[in-house]
T-cell receptor, first 112, second 114 residues
Framework: SQKIEQNSEALNIQEGKTATLTCNYTNYSPAYLQWYRQDPGRGPVFLLLIRENEKEKRKERLKVTFDTTLKQSLFHITASQPADSATYLCAPSMDSNYQLIWGAGTKLIIKP | DAGVIQSPRHEVTEMGQEVTLRCKPISGHNSLFWYRQTMMRGLELLIYFNNNVPIDDSGMPEDRFSAKMPNASFSTLKIQPSEPRDSAVYFC????????????FGQGTRLTVV
């Protein structure tokens, strides 16, 4: 069955460093992959979308890579700030599949 | 636009009671999703509507759950009868397209069934 894996344990990063989060998927080939941020008590908020033919996508301090060979996406936050502390969810989807399958999320903690 | 609006924000009900959750999607969005989120299972898609028509309800746990979208600006998720294991946060999301466009989530309804 289709499976998505994200770091289950919280990731603690020192302010100013680069945070890297991992999303691995198995048993399917998504055409798109989205990353969302979720704060406690709130709904997920869209951050970035990357297509299978794109190796890398950037938005301000955020960078996402998509390696279809490794079946992995990496999400980077450079010059991290305490305000970046949140849970980050990855959501791959097929080209013809409306359904977003979600990873469990990785909790990121940026320490001042 | 005010974004996706859900009501109520919190709901506490007794086992066996009917619960109705409400959602107003963003105007102009043609896709609507209902999700359930728990610590154990994460975010799960319950049902997906496109142009007010239910496309896939395979994520609906059982017959106790039902969802409707009578028009483009309103949807409901009903649980009857409710059970303690239904306790979760229920999110509604809308989007302009399908899986490859960003989804906009509401604030969620935290449901507690005692």
């Amino acid at each position: 069955s289709q499976k998505i894996e994200q770091n289950s344990e919280a990731l603690n990063i020192q302010e100013g460093k680069t945070a890297t989060l991992t999303c691995n998927y198995t048993n399917y080939s998504p055409a798109y992959l989205q990353w969302y941020r979720q704060d406690p008590g709130r709904g997920p908020v869209f951050l970035l979308l990357i297509r299978e033919n794109e190796k890398e996508k950037r938005k301000e301090r955020l960078k996402v890579t998509f390696d279809t060979t490794l079946k992995q996406s990496l999400f980077h936050i450079t010059a991290s700030q305490p305000a970046d502390s949140a849970t980050y969810l990855c959501a791959p989807s097929m080209d013809s599949n409306y359904q977003l399958i979600w990873g469990a999320g990785t909790k990121l903690i940026i320490k001042p | 636009d005010a974004g996706v609006i859900q009501s109520p924000r919190h709901e506490v009900t007794e086992m066996g009671q009917e619960v109705t959750l409400r959602c107003k999607p963003i105007s102009g969005h043609n896709s609507l999703f209902w999700y359930r989120q728990t610590m154990m299972r994460g975010l799960e898609l319950l049902i997906y509507f496109n142009n007010n028509v239910p496309i896939d309800d395979s994520g609906m746990p059982e017959d106790r759950f039902s969802a409707k979208m009578p028009n483009a600006s309103f949807s409901t998720l009903k649980i009857q009868p409710s059970e303690p294991r239904d306790s979760a946060v229920y999110f509604c999301a809308s989007s302009l397209g399908q899986g490859h466009t960003e989804a906009f989530f509401g604030q969620g309804t935290r449901l507690t069934v005692v």
